[in-house]
């Protein structure tokens, strides 16, 4: 647990890591819970930081999966939680694990796949419906 209280002792240091190395290492620093950032640009807005691309792709990854659960909610489809964020916060990197950028990169492409053939399921599922409408209609 971080303690923030004035009177502990603190000391500021200017931390450079390669930037091969700097996710993991940040990540293992912001797990313990001791370390507060400054940012050294305050004057970019949000729109010209070096990583809007990641975030903008996060927003649609985002988008993507609450459409997934719309058309879930439509079919009262049960979604069960695939876990707890801090079990997964808490799970140690291996060496081989993948990068963030390669696992977003990864879900990126499994999603889109996934809408394109949920998309598709409702146009086919919506021309259904007219044409048995339709057919109903003539018959009576």
């Known amino acids: 647990m ?3 209280f004035r009177s502990e002792i603190m000391s500021y240091v200017s931390l450079i890591v390669n930037e091969d190395a700097a996710h993991n290492c940040l990540a293992d ?4 819970g001791v370390i507060q950032f400054t940012d ?3 004057e970019l807005t949000p729109f010209q930081r070096r990583y809007v691309s990641f975030v903008k792709r996060c927003d649609e ?10 058309e879930c909610e439509k079919l009262d489809l049960i979604i069960e939680s695939a876990g707890d964020i801090d079990e997964f ?3 140690p990197l291996k060496p081989d694990d993948k990068t963030g950028s390669e696992l977003l990169k990864n879900m990126e492409a499994e999603l889109e796949t996934y809408e394109a ?3 598709e399921l409702n146009k086919y599922n919506e021309k259904l419906i007219t044409e048995y409408n339709a057919k109903v209609e003539r018959q009576e």
């Open 89 to 91: 916060l808490d799970t």
């Open 2 to 4: 971080p303690r923030w």
């Open 29 to 32: 620093i912001g797990k313990m």
């Open 61 to 70: 990854l985002e988008r993507t999966l609450r459409f997934f659960v719309s």
């Open 117 to 119: 053939q949920l998309r």
């Open 40 to 42: 050294l640009n305050p």
